[in-house]
């Protein structure tokens, strides 16, 4: 083993790890031709506002979402009932009375459907040209955030670029070409949802409302419903300003003739006023947000707007670079190159997939009052019944977006989750105390933007998922581990402490003693028991029981952290040691996904919950817990979960997490290549049963980050999981818990050299492979690591 040499530096580093962050990778996907389908379009994102950009010629459109822009309100969903049944579901599943106890819950304990995100509408750019257009290409520049569409007819080159700008909350669309006179179009605004259109000056102004109820879409196609006096109201404004020609309206558009230049500047605002405000009674004043907004825009040149998100943008995207190789490839189309992809080839494909779930997450999750982590879609949602409603689904989707957050250096990004948990204690109380006569808070399966806690409608199968609540607690623990930001915790520690209240009083003892959740169910699944029973309502399913472990081993961190409430410390003592323990089958040595040695009803599933303490927690690990460890890599391979729903959303996010810290390079590539191959739109957004579902693109992001960089156990663990297909490369910008950030390369699969930066002046413990080096850092200091061969 090569030892580490330790150097301390004051300027600037000259090893290869200090070049410039922003040369060392090409960032950018580009078409030649425009999108015809949602699935080609470019997303922008601000935080606030999401478009999809086509890059039509005779008819051009950006798809507009208003992060706030939901169907429904304000409502009471408490199940006031299910308390009267819970105790004889209880016993029914202690007396293995599996069938009775689920028909039981599903009459008693299920609620009503989430509300739906809604479109908000479509700017319409319509022309004529007099020619074919030649040289096309629509291109996406992810270092500044950019979309430009270029293209010649008759030999004038015609221009659009497209931004959306967080510091001004506007989508900007510029066109121009190259001879005055040139740009000849209409422009119009329309919507999906009841609406009228006006225009005044030069400006269209689109308002309308959404419904007060939206159907999911697994129900059949049904139209929403609309009632006077329901439904959040809405409003977009577009802007026009020319130089030279023509502006005038016609028939609710605006058309522009013999123009050199056009600038269409589009804000828009909803009336939501938070979460238990009704958004027509109570609701913030969207037009005059609108119109405040477009005065101000009217102050501000082309180059200011530009600049001033360009700014914005880089700061946040330019803090992290990757370069995992060079790849031929590179040069083609991003549609072209995922048709051709081949998993022996194209390691910067990777590189790029990584920078571009940077790029969705800094578009569609930005903090702020009233800003809205992001859903199963992001921001981004074209129909009226989208894919789960595009809620936030939390029995795994909602978290898995964040699971790169904080290592991928975009820890502000983090916050809308933050708040949506804040917000769901809120009724989580009420469910915990209508539903179980518990104390504390509790959300289950679904939450829209209503922040309901209650089992939702169809089957107990995933409506009484139990530990929604503690799993997004988790996050809030998290958060504090990469920044150490006491005051932060101060505000959340009574959330955390609230939700491992409700488990602590709701958890029942199973028939060895253990404490146990009752009723379970594991992630989705069923079950197969030795008689050949099948089912899915259990008790103490293990991935309940790792979360809620985790839960209270992070309530214990944070009490040490603010040194408060000792009391509280040592019942969580207590707790832990009653919970039930993870258990290996004796038949089949692997680990048991429920408390029971029962076998999965169908193991090609791809649902492989039990994997949490591994992919999410620190329960599970090659070092502290290989027994677990060796168990949990039978499963696996017995399992598969890499080969199923062609590799997207969950299936794909949780397989390379799996992998990643098993520390398994070669499996973890194959799973890569897998989403690659099978779960990959023609725009580089995951494909999920039709639907894009970000969380596939997240979550593959995050184990990129982590096959390079691991710090979950207590250690930073440089290159942990490192495929032999990139065998050269360098990141810089990684974050590690404790406030670290960390700069590598590495030759030969071998590293090379690291630099390490300690924001808050921490010890850390820092191995790669066998050997760990143990550094005491101070504030704001930078070190570098290396290898003997580095210096020879």
């Given at each position: 083993m090569k030892q580490f040499i330790i150097i301390t530096i004051v300027a600037i580093l000259t090893i290869a790890c200090s070049a410039d962050k922003s040369k060392s990778t090409k960032t950018g996907i580009w078409f030649n031709q425009p999108a015809t389908t949602w699935n080609e379009a470019i997303p922008i994102g601000n935080g606030t506002l999401?478009?999809?950009?086509?890059?039509?010629?005779?008819?051009?459109?950006?798809?507009?979402?208003?992060?706030?822009?939901?169907?429904?309100?304000?409502?009471?969903?408490?199940?006031?009932?299910?308390?009267?049944?819970?105790?004889?579901?209880?016993?029914?599943?202690?007396?293995?009375?599996?069938?009775?106890?689920?028909?039981?819950?599903?009459?008693?304990?299920?609620?009503?459907?989430?509300?739906?995100?809604?479109?908000?509408?479509?700017?319409?750019?319509?022309?004529?040209?007099?020619?074919?257009?030649?040289?096309?290409?629509?291109?996406?520049?992810?270092?500044?955030?950019?979309?430009?569409?270029?293209?010649?007819?008759?030999?004038?080159?015609?221009?659009?670029?497209?931004?959306a700008s967080f510091p001004d909350k506007t989508i900007v669309i510029k066109l121009s070409a190259n001879k005055s006179g040139q740009l000849n179009f209409s422009t119009s605004l329309t919507s999906l949802l009841k609406h009228k259109v006006e225009v005044v000056g030069n400006q269209i102004i689109?308002?309308?409302?959404?419904?007060?109820?939206?159907?999911?879409?697994?129900?059949?196609?049904?139209?929403?419903?609309?009632?006077?006096?329901?439904?959040?109201?809405?409003?977009?404004?577009?802007?026009?300003?020319?130089?030279?020609?023509?502006?005038?309206?016609?028939n609710n558009e605006i058309v522009v003739e013999n123009a050199d230049e056009v600038e269409l500047i589009l804000t828009a605002a909803t009336s939501f006023n938070g979460?238990?405000?009704?958004?027509?009674?109570?609701?913030?004043?969207?037009?005059?947000?609108?119109?405040?907004?477009?005065?101000?825009?009217?102050?501000?040149?082309?180059?200011?707007?530009?600049?001033?998100?360009?700014?914005?943008?880089?700061?946040?995207?330019?803090?992290?670079?990757?370069?995992?190789?060079?790849?031929?490839?590179?040069?083609?189309?991003?549609?072209?190159?995922?048709?051709?992809?081949?998993?022996?080839?194209?390691?910067?494909?990777?590189?790029?997939?990584?920078?571009?779930?940077?790029?969705?997450?800094?578009?569609?999750?930005?903090?702020?009052?009233?800003?809205?982590?992001?859903?199963?879609?992001?921001?981004?949602?074209?129909?009226?019944?989208?894919?789960?409603?595009?809620?936030?689904?939390?029995?795994?989707?909602?978290?898995?977006?964040?699971?790169?957050?904080?290592?991928?250096?975009?820890?502000?990004?983090?916050?809308p989750l933050v708040e949506l948990t804040k917000e769901l204690s809120v009724d989580g109380a009420l469910t915990a105390k209508n539903m179980y006569g518990a104390s504390g808070w509790i959300a289950h399966h679904n939450a829209d933007i209503w922040r309901t806690t209650s089992p939702v409608g169809g089957s107990g199968l995933w409506a009484i998922y139990q530990v929604g609540s503690a799993w997004l607690c988790h996050h809030l623990w998290e958060h504090y581990e990469f920044t150490l930001d006491k005051e932060y915790l101060k505000d959340v520690y009574p959330v955390m402490k609230g939700a491992a209240q409700f488990y602590m009083d709701n958890l029942q003892r199973d028939e060895d003693g253990f404490l146990v959740t009752n009723p379970s169910e594991s992630f989705e699944n069923h079950f197969k028991k030795p008689?050949?029973?099948?089912?899915?309502?259990?008790?103490?399913?293990?991935?309940?029981?790792?979360?809620?472990?985790?839960?209270?081993?992070?309530?214990?961190?944070?009490?040490?952290?603010?040194n408060i409430d000792k009391e509280f410390d040592t019942k969580l003592d207590e707790y832990l040691t009653q919970l039930l323990p993870m258990r290996i089958s004796p038949t089949t040595g692997r680990l048991q996904e429920w408390k029971d040695d029962w076998k999965s009803a169908n193991h090609n599933s791809g649902q492989v919950?039990?994997?949490?303490?591994?992919?999410?927690?620190?329960?599970?690990?090659?070092?502290?817990?290989?027994?677990?460890?060796?168990?949990?890599?039978?499963?696996?391979?017995?399992?598969?979960?890499?080969?199923?729903?062609?590799?997207?959303?969950?299936?794909?996010?949780?397989?390379?997490?799996?992998?990643?810290?098993?520390g398994d390079g070669q499996m973890l590539q194959t799973v890569f290549d897998n989403h690659f191959n099978w779960a990959i739109f023609p725009n580089l957004t995951s494909n999920f049963r039709g639907f894009w579902e970000i969380d596939g693109n997240l979550g593959i992001t995050a184990s990129i980050a982590e096959m390079l960089l691991q710090s979950h156990t207590g250690e930073i663990v440089l290159l942990p999981a490192l495929p032999t297909k990139y065998p050269n490369g360098e990141v810089k910008g990684l974050r590690a818990?404790?406030?670290?950030?960390?700069?590598?390369?590495?030759?030969?699969?071998?590293?090379?050299?690291?630099?390490?930066?300690?924001?808050?002046?921490?010890?850390?413990?820092?191995r790669y492979k066998e050997k760990v080096i143990t550094l005491h850092m101070k504030k704001d200091e930078k070190l570098t690591l290396a290898v003997n061969s580095f210096y020879e």
């Open positions: 999401g478009g999809m950009v086509y890059g039509g010629i005779e008819s051009d459109t950006i798809k507009i979402n208003e992060e706030t822009l939901w169907s429904g309100g304000p409502r009471d969903l408490q199940n006031y009932d299910a308390i009267n049944h819970l105790s004889k579901i209880r016993q029914l599943l202690l007396n293995d009375k599996t069938k009775k106890a689920e028909k039981l819950i599903n009459e008693t304990m299920l609620g009503e459907y989430n509300e739906s995100y809604m479109p908000m509408g479509d700017l319409v750019i319509n022309s004529n040209p007099n020619g074919k257009a030649e040289n096309y290409t629509r291109q996406l520049d992810l270092e500044n955030g950019l979309v430009t569409t270029n293209y010649s007819i008759h030999s004038i080159e015609y221009k659009k670029e497209v931004f689109l308002s309308g409302n959404a419904p007060k109820h939206a159907y999911p879409d697994y129900l059949g196609k049904i139209p929403p419903v609309y009632e006077d006096g329901y439904g959040m109201r809405f409003q977009m404004n577009l802007l026009v300003r020319n130089k030279g020609g023509v502006v005038k309206s016609i979460f238990d405000k009704n958004p027509v009674t109570e609701g913030k004043d969207y037009k005059a947000i609108c119109e405040k907004r477009i005065a101000a825009l009217e102050e501000l040149n082309y180059k200011e707007l530009k600049n001033r998100h360009i700014e914005d943008y880089s700061e946040l995207f330019g803090r992290v670079s990757l370069n995992l190789g060079e790849s031929e490839s590179s040069d083609l189309p991003i549609n072209e190159r995922i048709t051709n992809y081949k998993p022996d080839e194209d390691p910067e494909l990777t590189s790029l997939y990584f920078q571009f779930g940077r790029y969705l997450l800094i578009s569609s999750s930005r903090p702020g009052k009233f800003a809205q982590p992001a859903n199963l879609q992001g921001i981004w949602s074209r129909l009226l019944q989208p894919g789960w409603s595009s809620n936030w689904t939390l029995n795994c989707n909602a978290q898995i977006n964040y699971w790169g957050v904080e290592i991928a250096n975009l820890s502000e990004c983090h916050l008689d050949g029973t099948t089912g899915w309502a259990c008790v103490g399913a293990t991935q309940d029981m790792q979360i809620i472990r985790d839960l209270f081993q992070n309530c214990k961190l944070a009490l040490a952290e603010l919950a039990h994997g949490w303490g591994l992919a999410v927690g620190n329960q599970i690990s090659t070092r502290e817990t290989p027994e677990l460890a060796a168990a949990f890599t039978k499963t696996l391979e017995y399992r598969k979960p890499w080969e199923t729903n062609e590799c997207g959303s969950w299936t794909g996010s949780f397989s390379a997490k799996f992998w990643a810290r098993l818990r404790n406030g670290f950030e960390i700069d590598m390369k590495w030759e030969n699969n071998e590293l090379v050299g690291a630099v390490i930066f300690s924001e808050n002046g921490k010890e850390c413990k820092v």
